[in-house]
C-alpha cells in the first residue's frame, strides 16, 4: 500500500515566554484535526517539543498536497486564535502569510513528508527539535548513514552496504530550491565538506542506493529567509524509516548521546549543546538547551500504533547530564567568540545595526 507520511509543525503561542503550548491549545488542535480530517487522513498524531506543536498524518494523497496543508495551515490558524484570546506569548508567530496559498512551504511551518509502499512491519522514527536550526541534523545523519563505526549495519547488511544517496540544500540559496546529491561512501569527502557548514548546507532527504527508497525527509526551511528578519528559531522536523535495509532504531538514535553543539538557544544567536529529552517537553535554561525528541511508531495501512518515547529510557539521563555540563560551560563565555554565532547568522539585529554605526567612526591611521 502506498502511504505519505507528513509532518507539519507550527510555534503557534506559548505560556510563560517560549516555553511550552497550553493544555488548551493542544486540545483546540486536536479537536481541529479530528473535525478535519473525515476523508483525508488514515491517521494523525500530535505531540509538543518546547513550544512547537507538531502534526503527524498519513494518508494516500502523496507530498504537497493542497489539502493536507491545508488543513495543517486551518488547524493552526484555529489554534492562533485560542492562543490570542489566552494571551500566550508568540501567538501564531510561525504562520508568516495573511491565507494560505496552496502549500505551507515558505509560509512558516516546517514540513518534512515522504511518499512510500508501506512494509509488512513499517517502523519510523519522528524527530523534532526546538530552538535550533535544520542543521542540528547534520551530524547524526552522516554518523548514522556513512559510519560503519556508529552503524554495524554499513558492513553487516548486503543492502545498506550499497550506501545512500543524500540531497544536501543550500538553504542560503532563497531565489529557489538549490540541491546536490552525494553518494557515500563514494563522496564522503565532498558530503563531510558540506555538512560541516550546517547553517548552510542541510541534509533534505536520504534514500536506500540498493532499492530506491526513500529513509529521511528533514524540514529544511529558514524562517528569516522567509520573514527577512528573525521571528524565532527554525526548529526542524524529520522522518527517518528503520530496520531492514534501513539503519535500525538503535543506529539512529546513538549519535545523539554527544550532544553536539548546534545554532540556537536564547534569541536563536548562541551555540549551544542539543539535548535528548522526553516527548512533550518544555524549554527551561537560556530558552533551551536546544531541545531534541523522538517518538517511534509503527504504521500498518496507514494506522500508527502509539508512539513510544525514545529518549525517555534510563540510559539518557546520563546524557541529559553530560549535555546539561556542557551548556552551563559555554554559557560562562557569555557572548564572547564561539559561544554565540558569527555575525552572518546573527538572529536579531540589533548588534549588526551597532556595527553599521560604528563604521563611519573607524579611522585609518597614516603610515608613521
Not at 127 to 150: E, I, Q, S
Not at 358 to 367: G, N, P, Q, S, T
Amino acid at each position: 500500500m502506498k502511504v505519505t507520511l507528513s509532518v507539519i509543525k507550527a510555534d503557534i503561542g506559548s505560556i510563560g515566554g517560549h516555553i511550552a503550548p497550553s493544555r488548551k491549545l493542544l486540545d483546540t488542535v486536536r479537536a481541529s484535526v479530528r473535525e478535519r480530517s473525515q476523508g483525508l487522513l488514515l491517521d494523525s498524531y500530535i505531540s509538543h517539543t518546547g513550544d512547537d506543536i507538531a502534526i503527524v498524518m498519513t494518508h494516500t494523497r502523496g507530498v504537497g498536497n493542497r489539502e493536507i496543508h491545508q488543513l495543517a495551515w486551518d488547524v493552526f490558524s484555529e489554534g492562533t486564535k485560542v492562543a490570542k484570546a489566552q494571551g500566550l506569548y508568540g501567538a501564531g508567530q510561525d504562520l508568516l502569510k495573511d491565507s494560505f496559498s496552496g502549500n505551507v512551504r515558505g509560509m512558516g511551518p516546517a514540513v518534512a513528508e515522504m511518499e512510500l509502499d508501506e512494509r509488512p512491519g513499517e517502523p519510523f522514527l519522528f524527530f523534532a527539535a526546538d530552538k535550533t536550526d535544520p542543521g542540528a541534523y547534520n551530524l547524526p545523519l552522516y554518523r548514522t548513514f556513512v559510519d560503519p563505526m556508529n552503524t554495524p549495519g554499513l558492513i553487516l547488511s548486503p543492502q545498506m552496504s550499497q550506501g545512500y544517496r543524500f540531497v544536501v540544500m543550500d538553504v542560503a540559496h532563497t531565489a529557489a530550491d538549490r540541491v546536490i546529491e552525494l553518494n557515500a561512501p563514494e563522496d564522503l569527502y565532498d558530503l563531510a565538506a558540506l555538512l560541516r557548514d550546517p547553517e548552510r548546507y542541510v541534509v533534505e532527504s536520504i534514500w536506500s542506493r540498493a532499492t530506491g527508497e526513500q529513509t529521511v525527509a528533514v524540514a529544511t526551511s529558514r524562517l528569516h529567509n522567509i520573514a527577512g528578519k528573525y521571528t524565532g528559531k527554525d526548529d526542524p522536523v524529520m522522518l527517518v524509516r528503520v530496520q531492514m535495509n534501513f539503519p535500525a532504531t538503535g543506529e539512529v538514535l546513538a549519535p545523539y548521546a554527544t550532544g553536539h553543539y548546534v545554532g540556537g538557544g536564547m534569541r536563536g544567536s548562541h551555540q549551544m549543546p542539543l539535548m535528548p529529552v522526553a516527548l512533550n517537553s518544555g524549554t527551561s535554561y537560556f530558552d533551551g538547551p536546544p531541545l531534541v525528541s523522538c517518538a517511534a511508531l509503527c504504521m500498518h495501512e496507514g494506522k500508527l500504533t502509539e508512539p513510544l518515547d525514545a529518549f525517555a529510557h534510563p540510559f539518557w539521563n546520563a546524557v541529559r547530564e553530560k549535555v546539561t555540563g556542557k551548556a552551563v560551560e559555554m554559557r560562562s563565555q557569555g557572548f564572547f567568540g564561539a559561544a554565540m554565532l558569527p555575525m552572518t547568522e546573527l538572529e536579531y539585529t540589533g548588534i549588526t545595526d551597532k556595527l553599521r554605526r560604528l563604521e563611519d567612526r573607524f579611522k585609518v591611521r597614516a603610515k608613521p
